[in-house]
């Protein structure tokens, strides 16, 4: 599994539900569930694994599957610290 695309969407759920946009209902759940899983995935030093790198357009979709993924790279890095800063909001 890819773990930037994850945080991405976890932070999208967790906004739209704090912010009334997303029916906490249907949405909170999987936004608790993937920040939940995200952050068990950290690393000693914090950082996200399996995220891709940043990668450029292309009409081969085997070419997205193969990308390199790292850990602590600022693709998964950043949606988690969005997500953290969500969840902190008042």
Request: aromatic content about 12%.
């Amino acid at each position: 599994a890819e773990s930037s695309c994850t945080a991405m969407f976890a932070y999208a759920f967790i906004t739209g539900v704090r912010r009334g946009w997303l029916c906490p209902g249907k949405f909170g759940s999987p936004a608790r569930k993937a920040w939940v899983a995200l952050c068990g995935s950290l690393d000693e030093y914090a950082n996200l694994p399996e995220t891709c790198c940043g990668t450029g357009k292309r009409d081969d979709l085997q070419y997205y599957f193969d990308r390199t993924r790292v850990h602590g790279d600022p693709h998964g890095q950043a949606p988690m610290l969005w997500c953290a800063g969500a969840l902190l909001e008042k």
